[in-house]
């Protein structure tokens, strides 16, 4: 062989090579009934998926050469869910103090909140990640809970892959409890709430205004100056409160104090929002809501109904869900939240944006998530059926591009113990 045809067969095969580790990244997903997340629903689409990003989504594509295919024909096709309020990879056992990171307990003097961080506890390997994951939940915000101060800390947006680097981005929001959850941790009064908010937010301005200036000045230490230097990007209006807060009556002062303070702000619960639906709509409030909340489990949930998604909605207020029923254990039931709200006049494809798309946009990532749209991170999940429906279950979960093992410890766990016949079982569950 000459050196010319040496070189010809070296760089054909170097292309070839080249080819094959190209479409190992490159995955179709065929024929599905996919729900894009932006209101926009494609029979018989097709998305290309190439390095980690959704490269073309439309119908009658071809699959690239040497793509993974996968043919979703009868199925269905979302965006992946983002819960938007967590305590995922900072609690595992609940009523386990070793096995909870969630937050200081209250009522021992722990002296910050504010200063606390999501990032410095998240633990990837936790075995609710994969049991989530499996439910088409994607990305998650994991937020701190308050102490005893009003402020719990700054929550993250993390991945659900279980990779050590799970953060997507840190610090979207600081936690913040008001209503009853505020005054208990000031007197035990709604004034004592407010006021003591008002003194921080104050605080935080002095100290971000001049920093050296206020430490030279005689303090009582009420406030920790690491607790003041955290609230620095909220009273600057960068960093959003996540503020617990459900009446009425505790929402309209919220808004007083956001436009006193241009604050930016996002209501977690809102179980009477619906009645200021209006109000929340012009201050660009968005509410995360518990869809189920109907009967009420205290005094400011009076008003509480199931109609809350709908009624927020049509008037304009973004919304995402949260709830008792799908905590941080079994966040994967927040398609069935979603269920609860379209059964109650919320728009199915509104249902469907506030699983995906609108948490994306609450913590300002929608250019890169939520949505299926080229260009942005393929965050996908394939349904066998209406992923709205109690009996369907997600079939193949990507993230990033990638598709996600679905085997979990409660999976484990049914086909450990799914016949009691077999001799090698603990005989306390051998059913004999």
Request: no cysteine.
């Amino acid at each position: 062989m000459t050196i010319r045809k040496q070189t010809i067969a070296f760089l054909v095969a170097a292309a070839l090579l080249q080819g094959a580790a190209y479409a190992q990244g490159v995955t179709a997903i065929m024929n599905g009934r996919v729900l894009t997340g932006a209101g926009e629903t494609i029979e018989n689409g097709d998305i290309i998926i190439r390095d980690g990003r959704i490269a073309r989504i439309g119908d009658e594509l071809s699959p690239p050469a040497g793509a993974t295919v996968i043919d979703a024909a009868g199925k269905t096709v979302t965006p992946g869910v983002f819960a938007p309020i967590s305590s995922l990879g900072l609690s595992e056992i609940g009523l386990d103090a070793e096995a909870n990171d969630a937050g200081p307990q209250q009522q021992v003097g722990f002296p910050l909140g504010a200063a606390l961080d999501a990032t410095d506890a998240i633990r990837s390997d936790s075995t609710l990640i994969p049991i989530n994951r499996a439910g088409g939940v994607t990305r998650a915000v994991t937020a701190p809970t308050p102490g005893d101060s009003l402020f719990g800390g700054r929550a993250a947006v993390i991945d659900l892959t279980g990779r050590a680097n799970s953060v997507t981005r840190a610090r979207v929001g600081q936690v913040l409890a008001l209503g009853y959850g505020g005054a208990v941790r000031a007197g035990d009064t709604r004034l004592g709430a407010w006021a003591l908010l008002r003194e921080t937010l104050d605080e935080a301005r002095s100290y971000a205004a001049n920093p050296n200036d206020y430490v030279r000045r005689p303090r009582d230490g009420r406030h920790a100056l690491a607790d003041l230097k955290a609230l620095g990007p909220v009273v600057a209006g960068d960093q959003p409160l996540l503020v617990s807060i459900n009446g009425a009556t505790d929402i309209r002062n919220l808004i007083r104090v956001k436009n006193e303070y241009g604050l930016r702000v996002i209501i977690v619960g809102g179980s009477e929002a619906w009645k200021v639906a209006r109000s929340l709509a012009a201050a660009n409030i968005p509410v995360i809501l518990n869809p189920a909340a109907n009967l009420p489990a205290q005094f400011e949930d009076l008003a509480s109904t199931l109609e809350n998604a709908a009624r927020l909605n049509a008037a304009g207020v973004r919304i995402a869900f949260t709830g008792t029923a799908s905590g941080t254990h079994n966040l994967r039931a927040l398609t069935q939240q979603a269920g609860i709200a379209v059964a109650h006049g919320l728009p199915y494809d509104d249902a469907i944006a506030a699983l995906t798309r609108n948490p994306a946009m609450i913590y300002g990532l929608g250019n890169d998530l939520g949505s299926l749209a080229t260009g942005k991170i393929a965050d996908v999940v394939v349904w066998d059926g209406d992923p709205l429906e109690v009996t369907s279950a997600a079939e193949a979960v990507f993230i990033n591009g990638v598709q996600q093992d679905i085997d979990n410890r409660q999976a484990a766990l049914l086909r450990r113990y799914r016949d009691l016949s077999r001799g090698n079982l603990p005989h306390a569950y051998r059913g004999d």
